[in-house]
């Protein structure tokens, strides 16, 4: 873990103003996107831990620095999948009311009906279906990993998505390891302007489920990507690794590979299309 609060900065995510897709990522798999007119917010995580209990997988000080309180209405709701540090009851239940939209993987809206989410405010997919906002496509695409908050595993689905506007298009990747499934997605929905991609908590006794850094900048040239932003680390201490290593990790396989890679602060805008500097702010 960190040995200082790790650095932030607080941006007003209810006046973002920009021609171009913004990002702002929470530390871990959880970000906000203003793209198009929209307000998109990803696997939102603000309890505090990441687990049904609060004395394991807290976060780390520095890092929850956001509320949802912070948050402007917000027209998609995005859910990967129902793991507790993606999926986290306390979040999103205060969030219910400034949702327009939750798309999610199939199976994981139950949850959402049992915390007090309408059914009209859900949409399900399967993979490979689609739904549309307005003018923003949203695609459920594979993904390597598995689900389930209790002791039964794999009761709902675990997805990416592939987000498509008439100007830009995004990968939403959720947690996933590494596969051939990458490769595929590119070469059917890419280039992507923008890929999210997990690239923290990992171990090579569970590499089938979460890719190793080296393998999430690969991830990024087979998707076709204009841009990597690396999440899913910062925030919480789920694997044996340094809290660090896995962005050290991704920046210099990504220098290798020519791969374009973002490294934003918790709270930092990134503007896709926008020459993005590499910052060591973990160091």
């Known amino acids: 873990e960190p040995n200082k609060p790790l650095p932030s900065v607080k941006t007003d995510l209810k006046n973002i103003q ?11 798999s959880s970000y906000f996107m203003r793209i198009e007119g929209k307000n998109i917010l990803v696997d939102p995580v603000f309890s505090g831990h990441a ?7 807290a976060n780390y000080p520095g890092s929850n620095v956001y509320s949802v309180e912070d948050f402007p209405e917000l027209d998609v709701l995005i859910i990967t999948h129902d793991h507790y540090d993606h999926l986290d009851y306390e979040t999103v239940k205060k969030l219910q009311p400034k949702v327009k939209k939750v798309i999610t993987s199939l199976g994981v809206g139950s949850h959402l009906v049992r915390w007090g989410y309408t059914e009209a405010q859900i949409t399900e997919l399967d993979w490979a ?9 949203f695609t459920a695409a594979p993904a390597r990993h598995f689900s389930g908050r ?18 830009h298009s995004v990968y939403v990747g959720g947690d996933s390891g ?3 499934h990458f490769k595929e997605i590119g070469e059917k929905y890419g280039p992507f302007d923008l890929a999210i991609l997990e690239c923290g908590q990992y171990n090579e006794f569970w590499k089938y ?7 999430t900048a690969q991830a990024a040239v087979e998707l076709k990507a204009k841009l990597l932003l690396p999440v899913h680390w910062g925030k919480f201490t789920l694997g044996l690794h340094p809290w660090n290593e896995p962005i050290e990790r991704v920046v210099k396989k990504s220098k290798e590979l020519n791969q374009a890679i973002a490294t934003p602060m918790i709270g930092e805008k990134v503007e896709v299309g926008s020459i993005v500097p590499i910052k060591e702010w973990w160091k």
């Open 150 to 167: 209790g002791f039964k595993r794999g009761q709902t689905i675990w997805s990416s998505f592939v987000l498509k506007t008439p100007h």
């Open 209 to 215: 489920i979460h890719m190793m850094p080296e393998e």
């Open 51 to 57: 687990s049904p209990v609060s004395f394991f997988g």
């Open 18 to 28: 920009s021609d171009k897709p913004v990002v702002v990522w929470f530390g871990h």
């Open 178 to 180: 590494y596969d051939t």
């Open 129 to 137: 279906e689609k739904t549309t906002v307005d003018s923003l496509d």
